[in-house]
């Protein structure tokens, strides 16, 4: 078992930018793609950003232009660079990591919070 282990989250005005950190402790062999998902109070977990091992990147359209989503494989860390936040974006932001096409190891999360 491999543990996902999120970072950056926190308490930022409307406006404001912050960076997510997900790394995990040894290599994965297959990875397919990595990305975020978020869950907000009373709603269903929804994707953020996707990147593949190639650099590949996909965006949920309320993100583009503000998200951006990068990995370090040496590092085995994926990042995910919040800017012009908005309240809508507040939630706990998920790292998944899906490999073999199909598996996935997911992180505990980490809450980012948006004020107005």
């Known amino acids: 078992q491999v543990q996902l282990v999120e970072s950056g989250g926190g308490l930022v005005q409307a406006g404001g930018s912050l960076r997510l950190s997900c790394s995990w402790s040894?290599?994965?062999?297959?990875?397919?793609?990595m990305g975020w998902y978020r869950q907000a109070p009373g709603k269903q977990r929804e994707l953020v950003a996707t990147?593949?091992?190639?650099?590949?990147?996909n965006y949920a359209d309320s993100v583009k232009g503000r998200f951006t989503i990068s990995s370090d494989n040496a590092k085995n860390t994926v990042y995910l660079q919040m800017s012009s936040l908005k309240p809508e974006d507040t939630g706990v932001y998920h790292c998944?990591?899906?490999?073999?096409?199909?598996?996935?190891?997911w992180g505990q999360g980490t809450q980012v919070t948006v004020s107005s």
């Open positions: 990147i593949t091992r190639g650099g590949g990147t």
């Open positions: 998944d990591v899906r490999f073999d096409y199909w598996r996935h190891y």
């Open positions: 040894r290599s994965i062999a297959s990875i397919n793609d």
